[in-house]
């Protein structure tokens, strides 16, 4: 990565596993991007289903262990509500929110019908199908007890805040550096909000990030699709662009991404073994 100025970085974390080698080596580049700034952690616990305190405490022991120290104090997403309901509201009256009634079955069978090729990300990119929901009938299913989620109109969304770009300092995953031009519709149009998730991740994210003035966001090149997005949301929201610093992710010997579930290369069954964290940083490559 290129070197910057002091800046302010996060760790963000969400409480749903325990953290693996990837996630120590989010946790020390978002630490050392910071040089002389500050360095924060931010727990996103949004989805209180899978959210666990016990994971939670896990990440505070991983991190003290590997020798980090953050900014107090710690905030946490499901504490913010109030904040993500009004960016939404702000959205919802510039009429970039629309309803949607689709089940994920539903839209993977509509992609199919409409022989699309998935995202190159992987990712189900949602088809657009409720998009032009005629009111009375959006009115009629909310009456039914059909549930829903909130999606950003991300066509409108682009052509409110035009042509925009953000600064990459680290690379993506194609090799991506620079002034990045933003691809409004990478990820379809995004779920903001669904019953029992006030705010999802995207909308989440750029309220909290530009709330504890981040101004360098650090994080594994599996989300740099989501940088063109958020960097849509806070130009219509009226927030500040960070600058963005993604980085290699730390496969298994598959060379799949690690994941959560993978127990072999958590830092708490690797620390159990008794390796040392100058140990991990070895094995991270750092
Ligand atoms: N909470 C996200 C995760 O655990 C990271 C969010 C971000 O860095 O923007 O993958």
Request: hydrophobic share 40%; with cysteine.
């Amino acid at each position: 990565m290129r070197q910057t100025a002091n800046h302010t970085t996060r760790f963000a974390p969400s409480p749903t596993g325990w953290l693996h080698l990837g996630h120590a080596l989010a946790a020390i580049s978002a630490y050392e991007a910071a040089g002389g700034g500050n360095f924060l952690l931010r727990i996103e616990d949004l989805d209180r289903g899978r959210c666990r305190l016990e994971f939670e405490a896990g990440i505070v022991e991983d991190l003290t262990w590997l020798g980090l120290q953050w900014q107090q104090p710690v905030l946490r997403q499901s504490e913010r509500s109030e904040a993500h309901r009004a960016a939404l509201a702000t959205l919802d009256k510039a009429g970039l929110i629309y309803s949607c009634f689709c089940t994920r079955q539903e839209i993977v069978r509509e992609i199919e019908r409409a022989g699309e090729a998935p995202h190159r990300s992987g990712e189900v990119v949602y088809p657009g199908t409720c998009r032009t929901l005629s009111r009375s009938e959006c009115e009629m299913r909310k009456a039914r007890g059909d549930p829903f989620a909130l999606r950003l109109d991300s066509r409108k969304a682009a052509a409110m805040t035009g042509a925009l770009s953000f600064e990459e300092l680290g690379q993506g995953p194609d090799g991506e550096n620079g002034d990045v031009p933003v691809e409004p519709g990478v990820l379809g149009d995004i779920v903001l909000a669904r019953k029992g998730l006030p705010a999802a991740y995207h909308l989440a994210v750029v309220v909290d990030d530009a709330f504890q003035d981040v101004s360098l966001v650090t994080r594994g090149n599996d989300l740099f699709a989501s940088a063109h997005v958020q960097r849509m949301l806070q130009a219509a929201l009226g927030l500040p662009a960070p600058l963005y610093a993604h980085h290699r992710l730390i496969l298994d010997a598959d060379g799949s991404k690690l994941s959560k579930r993978d127990r072999s290369s958590t830092l708490r069954n690797i620390r159990q073994q008794g390796i040392d964290a100058a140990e991990i940083r070895r094995r991270i490559g750092l």
